[in-house]
């Protein structure tokens, strides 16, 4: 069994910062790449983020400059570092990763249950 659990969501003024943290745990072999989703009211989930297991970055246009994701493969964790936040980042926000349990087995797609973003004065 995999879990992904997110934490660092919370309520922020405009221009503020957040960190947000999401730990991968359980029947891990590998993990390839990493995200950050994110989905407000009566909107669908859109890819906000995303680390390749080399490092490799990719980033929606309007987060670019604002947002910055990392990973440690060690740990099994995946940061984003948002800054300059603004009221049109209100979301949950939702952790991917692409996980192989096994060396034999395919990868698949597992999710975290997501942490609210609030900015808001």
């Known amino acids: 069994q995999v879990q992904l659990v997110e934490s660092g969501g919370g309520l922020v003024q405009p221009g503020g910062s957040l960190r947000l943290s999401c730990v991968a745990s359980?029947?891990?072999?590998?993990?390839?790449?990493m995200g950050w989703y994110r989905q407000a009211p009566g909107n669908q989930r859109d890819l906000v983020a995303a680390?390749?297991?080399?490092?490799?970055?990719n980033y929606v246009d309007s987060v670019k400059g604002r947002f910055t994701i990392s990973r440690d493969n060690s740990k099994n964790t995946v940061w984003m570092q948002m800054n300059s936040l603004q009221p049109e980042d209100t979301a949950v926000y939702y952790c991917?990763?692409?996980?192989?349990?096994?060396?034999?087995?395919?990868?698949?797609?597992?999710w975290g249950r997501g942490t609210q973003v609030t900015v808001s004065s």
């Open positions: 991917n990763a692409e996980i192989r349990p096994r060396p034999w087995a395919g990868t698949s797609a597992y």
């Open positions: 359980g029947r891990i072999f590998s993990i390839n790449a």
């Open positions: 680390i390749t297991e080399d490092g490799a970055t």
